[in-house]
């Protein structure tokens, strides 16, 4: 979407930036049918997401996801069936319990590198943007499903690839009904069969099996969560779209992550070399395993403040319940009020030089002196992203894996045109050259 500012034309991300520069910390936006709040300054966010959540709810602003995409799953979901669900899902998601999937990363995060090995000798130019959402799909589809195969790995991303594009395209503007035959229906139905088809298969060929022969999956884990009320277990419909909902929420953004990580380590060679140093010096030259990671804390600080420069998710909307004020501004029933991760973490108040790229911001002491609310890629209060420490997790190893073993360089001249794409998105690829340490 394109926006007039002046005499310019500018994309999404930089038209509110531009506002923010001109309005303030709390501002509306008329966009499209909706006029919309935006509110960037860290109490607001803590207004929002912690101490009056009960009025910020998912409503309509989320009902084409809903729609074409996520059902009833987690994202979406809200009152009693969120509650249920977010209660029955938070032990897969602790720090421990994501610990289970650190070897299957660590297994595609190799591959990874023996695919990247090929590449160096070639001495050929890559999309690291590509090769990331690879890695990253292939590993939540493992964790979900157990799947090893690269087509059903490629044809399952695809396919939720064209639903995700769909639901996008239904947010920003008005289309036809989906029974009507035109090519963009077409696909999103052939997708979203598909994708259906495939999920209830995997269900029924682990109901034909007992249950101890199930894989140790995401999947097999929903398949024997009771309710603690009822003891009922899910419905094969919410099995699938918590399913869908995994894999929409929790691949693209971990890949987007570690697309910024390598952009932004090529882009400030001090940076690499303090990392280099750090994973010499910890691993001595050997393969890094999970318990290696607490030596590296300051791969953690370059993965923490990619989240904070370029957050994968950089706006989420809340709608309100009722009539409320946010910073001096009436806020009435119904209107969607947006919190932006990218703009509060850029906040000159909050954030020292809040342009360059510092992971040095990240240790306890920096950390503890900091607004609560200043940093929230995850969103926050009890709608925190489910996934983060499995997302941390993997952008931890997988940095420490491809930073010991390579170093990306940018093509010259590459000057990076961020985007709004659903997600933060480099609108002009990530080409990069690979070369071997
Ligand atoms: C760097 C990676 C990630 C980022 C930046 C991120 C960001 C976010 C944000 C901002 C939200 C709140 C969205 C909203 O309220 O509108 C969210 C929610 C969610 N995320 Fe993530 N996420 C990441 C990785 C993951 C992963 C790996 C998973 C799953 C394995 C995941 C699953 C979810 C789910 C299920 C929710 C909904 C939680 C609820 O409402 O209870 N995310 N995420």
């Known amino acids: ?89 938070a032990p897969f998601y602790t720090p421990k319990g994501v610990q289970a999937y650190a070897e299957l990363m660590l297994r595609d995060g190799q591959r990874l590198i023996e695919r990247w090995e090929g590449i160096a000798a070639k001495g050929a130019v890559v999309d690291i943007s590509e090769e990331m959402t690879f890695v990253t799909a292939s590993i939540i589809l493992k964790a979900m499903f157990s799947t090893e195969t690269i087509d059903s790995i490629n044809e399952m991303k695809g396919a939720v690839e064209t639903m995700i594009s769909f639901a996008s395209g239904q947010m920003t503007a008005v289309q036809l009904p989906t029974w009507v035959p035109t090519e963009k229906n077409r696909r999103y139905v052939a997708a979203r069969t598909l994708v259906h088809r495939s999920i209830r298969t995997l269900i029924a060929q682990r109901r034909a099996m007992t249950e101890s022969e199930w894989p140790d999956d995401l999947l097999s884990r929903l398949m024997k969560a009771r309710d603690e009320e009822s003891g009922q277990p899910m419905s094969e419909s919410l099995l699938q779209d918590e399913s869908i909902t995994t894999f ?79 910073g001096g ?60 420490n499995f997302s941390l997790l993997e952008s931890h190893l997988l940095l420490a894996l491809l930073a010991q073993r390579f170093v990306t360089k940018l093509r010259p001249g590459y000057v990076p045109q961020w985007e709004m794409q659903g997600t933060l998105h480099l609108g002009n690829g990530l080409p990069m050259t690979i070369t071997a340490r």
């Open 329 to 388: 501004f009436d806020v009435e029933a119904g209107a969607g009020v947006m919190l932006s991760p990218y703009y509060t973490q850029r906040h000159p108040a909050f954030w020292e030089n809040p342009s360059l790229f510092d992971p040095d911001r990240w240790t306890k002491d920096q950390e503890s002196t900091r607004h609560p609310h200043a940093y929230h890629p995850f969103a926050g209060g009890p709608r925190i992203c489910i996934g983060n």
């Open 1 to 89: 979407m394109q926006f007039i500012y002046g005499a310019r034309t500018l994309g999404f991300l930089e038209y509110v930036g531009r506002l923010w520069r001109e309005h303030g910390d709390v501002f509306r936006v008329k966009l499209g049918p909706r006029t919309l709040l935006f509110a960037m300054h860290p109490d607001a966010v803590e207004h929002v997401n912690v101490s009056h959540r009960s009025n910020y709810d998912k409503l309509r602003s989320y009902d084409p996801v809903r729609k074409y995409l996520l059902g009833d799953g987690l994202v979406v979901s809200t009152g009693e069936l969120w509650k249920r669900q977010r209660r029955l899902m």
């Open 248 to 326: 929409f929420a929790g691949h693209e953004t971990t890949a987007r992550t570690m697309t910024f990580a390598l952009y932004a380590l090529a882009a400030n060679p001090t940076v690499a070399e303090k990392l280099r140093a750090e994973l010499d010096r910890a691993l001595g030259g050997r393969a890094v395993t999970v318990d290696d990671l607490r030596q590296l804390p300051y791969t953690l600080q370059v993965v923490k403040e990619t989240l904070r420069m370029y957050p994968a998710a950089p706006f989420y909307i809340r709608d309100a319940v009722g009539a409320d004020r946010i």
